[in-house]
């Protein structure tokens, strides 16, 4: 019996293999790459409160920190009927919400279309025409006929954007591997509308929202401990609310310095500067292959568009280069491909519950007909092991930084995205990682909560953006219209 390092997988007691010395050397080395200790988590979270901070200064830094004009939280009573685009990085989605006069409670139904890869790389008037067209479907296939010009859309736009106002938002750069021309630096609200009137399909849009602000709207709706919203899914961020008096950047707005405001944070571009992440090799091959180098640092260590990636470029170095040669004369043309595994194969290879990896020995072959050894399968469960819970860790900082910054010692975190949902032991990771970060006393039975928990979200895309409409109706009525650029828009 050889070990191979700490772990606690929840249904192998270990491996029994005797795993050659040269493969427990090359795991000893990966673990030291992908390994993020107390000390670092400690390290990265001061570092980046700073930087949560500068992003809201005049002069600004790499975290964008956005003011996103979403300005209260919901409280459990807004009603009305509202529509929901949601182009998030894998999927489309059209949604119709109806906030019910029961508190809290909502009614949804939606469509969803998945977003064509081409489309992703294409250019600006394939993607809105893709848009309008679902958008137009919907409205067809559910309100045959129907006039809908009083019907309010939230259009959730799931990308960094300067919002001056909250039915405008200028792309600052596509993320998630998109790389659409004639987008970036533009209001995208009117070629959108641009779009759908071309289609003669007469819906207003009230309020474009991140994915992160409808996460923390949409779960406030229901639980008032919620005060952070997380995505970590193809990509990873975090919206939360400041007052206007700690945002330097919208002092001209003279806005009453107790104002509430929801910020965008944009995180995944934390530590663009490479100052304190802890970046490997196969890191930095990853950001000079994709379509924005030296962008999304912290993204780029976490997203599940990134972590399969992380894994292939280090099978194939251990192929490859390292003296081991894992899969020995087998054809690895397959493995090649760059970005053929998705998070969800790691996935896959962490659920596998039996001792000899059967399971894992069959995804190999079957995606990518290599036959590893037994050895060779330890290193690969380890592996996946490692991204995924460096993973978990680093999101951990994020999550701690906001938490410090506004002095939140107890309080629910919403998150929502694939690998959150779906990656095994994400969550507890990240649990963990906010302990030891937070210095909390170990708990004394498991039931006990933890006083930072990060919890399923309700639909951000769909519900939240319908609330964060409502909102901005309702502050309408009220006369409060900082941050709206077409009033006729919200009658
Ligand atoms: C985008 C964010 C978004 C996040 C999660 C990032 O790539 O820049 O706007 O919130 O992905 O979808």
């Keep these: ?101 029961q508190k809290s409670e909502f009614d949804i139904i939606q469509s969803k279309y998945r977003m064509p890869e081409e489309l992703k790389t294409g250019d600006a008037d394939e993607l809105w025409e893709y848009v309008a067209d679902c958008l137009q479907q919907f409205v067809e296939a559910h309100h045959p006929g129907e006039n809908l010009d009083k019907m309010h859309l939230g259009f959730t736009f799931s990308y960094p954007a300067t919002q001056d106002y909250i039915d405008h938002g200028v792309l600052q750069r596509w993320t998630k591997g998109f790389d659409i021309s004639g987008v970036e630096g533009e209001n995208v609200v009117p070629m959108f509308e641009a779009a759908i009137a071309r289609r003669g399909v007469p819906i207003k849009l009230t309020a474009l929202i991140n994915d992160t602000t409808g996460t923390l709207i949409a779960s406030a709706y229901t639980d008032t401990k919620m005060k952070i919203g997380c995505i970590f899914g193809t990509g990873c961020n975090a919206a939360y609310f400041e007052n206007t008096g700690s945002i330097p950047k919208l002092a001209h707005m003279k806005l009453p310095p107790d104002t509430p405001m929801a910020i965008n944070c944009e995180w995944g571009a934390f530590d663009n500067e490479h100052k304190v992440l802890p970046r490997t090799p196969y890191d930095i091959i990853i950001d000079k292959d994709s379509p924005r180098p030296g962008q999304q640092a912290f993204e780029k260590m976490i997203a599940g568009l990134y972590l399969g990636e992380l894994f292939r470029l280090v099978l194939v170095n251990l192929h490859d280069n390292e003296g081991v040669h894992i899969f020995e004369g087998q054809n690895i043309d397959k493995l090649r491909k760059a970005y053929t595994l998705d998070s969800s194969f790691l996935s896959l290879v962490e659920e596998d519950p039996f001792e000899n990896l059967s399971e894992t020995a069959d995804l190999f072959q079957n995606k990518l007909s290599i036959s590893p050894n037994r050895s060779e399968l330890e290193l690969i469960r380890r592996l996946a092991e490692l991204i995924g819970t460096r993973a978990a860790r680093l999101s951990a900082c994020g999550v701690a930084a906001i938490a410090k910054k506004k002095g939140y010692e107890s309080c629910h975190v919403g998150a929502d995205g694939s690998v959150f949902n779906k990656y095994p032991h994400f969550k507890q990771r990240g649990a963990q990682a906010l302990r030891e970060i937070l210095d909390w006393p170990e708990k004394k039975n498991q039931k006990e909560e933890d006083p930072i928990e990060i919890l399923a979200a309700e639909d951000g895309s769909g519900v939240g953006a319908a609330l964060i409409a409502a909102l901005t109706l309702q502050r309408v009525k009220d006369g409060n219209m900082a941050g709206i650029l077409h009033p006729e828009n919200f009658k």
């Design 1 to 101: 019996m050889v070990g191979l390092g700490p772990r606690k997988p929840p249904s192998r007691k270990g491996s029994m293999v005797d795993v050659p010395k040269d493969l427990i050397d090359e795991i000893k080395k990966l673990e030291e790459h992908f390994t993020v200790d107390t000390a670092k988590l400690k390290e990265i979270t001061e570092h980046f409160i700073n930087e949560l901070t500068k992003g809201l200064s005049v002069e600004g830094g790499s975290i964008p920190m956005n003011p996103t004009w979403c300005m209260a939280m919901p409280t459990g009573e807004e009603q009305g009927t509202f529509l929901a685009l949601d182009m998030g990085g894998t999927n489309l989605r059209v949604c119709e919400i109806i906030l019910t006069d």
